[in-house]
DNA sequence: TACAAGGTTGTAATTATTACAAAATGCAAA
DNA sequence: TTTGCATTTTGTAATAATTACAACCTTGTA
């Protein structure tokens, strides 16, 4: 497990410098978090998670880190939750479900861009939010 | 245009008792203002809207109002700013597209319901955000 | 006229996020 | 090695949207 996670690091720190960005501990760390569970994270709920095994961890960090790889295109930005901004790591094309009873994001791996029509504007980005019971509540 | 006004108060007025909320000056305005200007706009937007004709008005009556009307299902909350709350009076199913240059948004009315796909949760709610070039700036 | 209920107002508090400057870190030249 | 510089991180302060709250107004009724 420890062998791994430091293999895995390097990949992360591999991705990092190609997208020109210099690898530092927080930002692999932020990384592999997302990564590893996708779960949609706030900044908040990421720190959260972080804050145990990194104690010196700033929110400012987690905001800045997640914004830079947003602007580089490593994640996406999804507003779910009506305010916060939560990020997914998975920037293809698809939609997301909410499930009001338990709070749970799920992905819905279809392609709206296909089921969505035409309008006389140009539409360049689509999001889609479901909200409703998921399978587990229901 | 000040006969009409004075005829359509007295039906926004039958509707907000129909929806058991007493009909006050502030209220029907607000109302009016939303059925008038088809803009879905923010508290603030439409705080600065009526400030001019209402020189007392204050933002916490704007801010209340909307939630009252939006939680007897009088209004929708839309989320295609990301960050702010904007509302519509048409609470029919339908998508929203903002242009990403002049900041409008238009309706587009075509029910998303039977586009989007079956999925094993149990979907009760759906939204759609589309974001590009209108046909104006284009 | 007096009272009670509900509505409006202004200010303070809250929440998510960004701005900013000081401190820490990493790296490369001397 | 040390020194110096650029970048990154951190903590705190500022901002923006919204909600909480208490005092003040209105309105309808006894
Ligand atoms: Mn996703
Ligand atoms: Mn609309
Ligand atoms: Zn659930
Ligand atoms: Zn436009």
Redesign the pocket.
């Known amino acids: 497990m420890k062998r791994e996670n430091r293999i895995y690091a390097e990949e992360i720190k591999k991705l990092l410098i190609e997208k020109g960005?210099?690898p530092?501990?927080?930002?692999i760390r932020i990384f592999d978090f997302l990564t590893t569970n996708r779960i949609h994270p706030?900044?908040?709920m990421l720190y959260l998670q972080l804050i145990g095994e990194?104690p010196?961890?700033?929110?400012?960090?987690v905001?800045?880190?997640l914004?830079l790889f947003a602007d580089k295109g490593m994640l996406k930005r999804i507003f779910i939750e009506g305010?916060?901004?939560r990020f997914d790591i998975d920037t293809s094309d698809h939609m997301h479900f909410k499930c009001t009873k338990c709070g749970e994001v799920f992905d819905i791996f279809k392609s709206a861009k296909k089921l969505l029509p035409k309008t006389e504007h140009k539409v360049i980005n689509e999001e889609v939010y479901l909200y409703g019971i998921c399978k587990n509540c229901k």
Do not use: C, K, P
Request: aromatic share 8%.
């Open positions: 960005i210099s530092s501990y927080q930002r706030s900044a908040e990194m010196t961890l700033s929110r400012t960090t905001y800045s880190t914004n305010t916060l901004v």
